[in-house]
């Protein structure tokens, strides 16, 4: 299985672009990049995901490099409710099992 | 996106019981649900697969005899922690794979589980 890199901690002040990066370098061509965020005492919420291709969403954008040895999650005006743990995650191939790595804690600074 | 329940949200008790969580997924059917536990300030820990119609199958190290888990429709699965300890206070959360190509897994809010 791929496993990610993250950063244990960042602080964002609201109002800017939060970026989150990831490293995947161990990561097959066929397996996804996934990003989930949980908010404290809840079940975990999807984020985005992709494959090759930059991806954007309501939420998010998902950027992953060439190589697709990383990948940074862009929240492009954070404010305080993005306050979170952030989750970088490669879906494994053989079956749907998502594993958690130690994730990223996102402080949002007034 | 798709959303899936669980219930009770939080549950107190005694040394020595069992206690029964619920999943379910209220907008789509789900042949698959997981099982996670988290622990104060750490990740979540996968537990289980639970498979409809078949056995779950457990991660290593998690005991199936004390985490009994029983799929039994394509809305639901239980999870039954038996014979529960002080060390099984934990945050119990599923998941359940929805969206095309089943691409994507939706999360339960969580059960608390706090063991006296």
């Known amino acids: 299985d791929a496993k990610t890199t993250q950063p244990p901690s960042m602080d964002c002040a609201e109002g800017r672009a939060a970026n989150l990066p990831c490293n995947h370098s161990t990561i097959s061509g066929n397996e996804y990049v996934y990003w989930y965020r949980q908010i404290h005492s809840q079940g975990p919420q999807y984020i985005i995901h992709?494959?090759?291709n930059n991806e954007t969403n309501e939420m998010a954008s998902l950027i992953i490099t060439e190589d697709r040895k990383s990948s940074t999650l862009i929240l492009p005006h954070a404010t305080l409710r993005d306050t979170a743990v952030y989750y970088c995650?490669?879906?494994?191939?053989?079956?749907?099992?998502?594993?958690f790595g130690k994730g990223t804690r996102l402080h949002i600074l007034p | 996106g798709a959303v899936v329940s669980q219930h009770p949200s939080w549950v107190i008790c005694k040394s020595g019981t069992s206690v029964k969580i619920e999943c379910r997924s209220l907008?789509?059917?789900?042949?698959?649900m997981f099982w996670y536990r988290q622990f104060p300030k750490q990740s979540l820990m996968l537990m289980a697969t639970s498979n409809e119609g078949s056995k779950a199958t457990y991660e290593q190290g998690v005991e199936k005899d004390k985490f009994l888990i029983n799929h039994a429709s394509l809305t639901l699965s239980t999870l039954t922690v038996t014979s529960a300890h002080p060390e099984d206070s934990s945050f119990y959360i599923c998941?359940?794979?929805?969206?095309?190509?089943?691409?994507?897994?939706?999360f339960g809010p969580g059960t608390r589980l706090l063991v006296l």
């Open positions: 992709g494959l090759k």
């Open positions: 907008d789509f059917q789900a042949t698959t």
């Open positions: 995650i490669v879906r494994r191939t053989l079956d749907d099992k998502i594993i």
């Open positions: 998941s359940a794979p929805a969206g095309e190509g089943r691409e994507t897994q939706y």
